[in-house]
T-cell receptor, first 113, second 114 residues
């Protein structure tokens, strides 16, 4: 877990603004994921990436965008099209074995003012 | 897609008692079932997991059982301690080309009273 960093820890944005959340890892893991967590709820998958320059939509991708230009980095942009962006955002990584474990970063709490 | 149901949503026990949390999944192709513990404001931490070719796995006070026929799996915590208080999430991963996609349950808030 210590090899996954997310920044910033807290983020405030005004309505109508785009904002980018950072996720960096030094675990040499191929796969990376973005989840959203709302109070009292489980984690929902936004986007995921198995390899550099490739990514797939998860269950709630509308209003979000990602890029995967480097193995170590998987930034998430929350666009103004996301109607209810206030949430706790978690990045995770996983090795590319047939079945393996996902490890989570410390999270970014985004609040829309 | 996969759907995971988790029960109960809240669980309160006395220190030293056992706690059991149950999850059911919908897709029989799911083959990996991790459990995560999340303390307030922190990241989820993996506490135990089980593959579909195993019926039970134990790690000290924590155990997980899997019933593939019934499509349910359970987390068992024995001799609970106040530090076990947290939110627990189960998850299921489809095999094949699912790319490690986990579907999570809604979570169980466990409170252990001293």
């Amino acid at each position: 877990d210590g090899g996954i960093t997310q920044s910033p820890k807290y983020l405030f944005r005004k309505e109508g603004q785009n904002v980018t959340l950072s996720c960096e890892q030094n675990l040499n893991h191929d796969a990376m994921y973005w989840y959203r967590q709302d109070p009292g709820q489980g984690l929902r998958l936004i986007y995921y990436s198995q390899i550099v320059n490739d990514f797939q939509k998860g269950d709630i991708a509308e209003g979000y965008s990602v890029s995967r230009e480097k193995k170590e980095s998987f930034p998430l942009t929350v666009t103004s099209a996301q109607k209810n962006p206030t949430a706790f955002y978690l990045c995770a990584t996983r090795t590319s074995g047939i079945i393996d474990t996902q490890y989570f970063g410390p999270g970014t709490r985004l609040t829309v003012l | 897609g996969e759907n995971v149901e988790q029960h109960p949503s809240t669980l309160s026990v006395q220190e030293g008692d056992s706690a059991v949390i149950k999850c059911t999944y919908s897709d029989s192709a799911s083959n990996y079932f991790p459990w995560y513990k999340q303390e307030l404001g922190k990241r989820p931490q993996l506490i135990i997991d089980i593959r579909s070719n195993v019926g039970e796995k134990k790690d000290q006070r924590i155990a997980v059982t899997l019933n593939k026929t019934a499509k349910h799996f359970s987390l068992h915590i024995t001799e609970t301690q106040p530090e076990d208080s947290a939110v627990y999430f189960c998850a299921a991963e489809l095999g094949g080309t699912s790319y490690g996609k986990l579907t999570f349950g809604q979570g169980t808030i466990l409170t252990v009273h001293p």
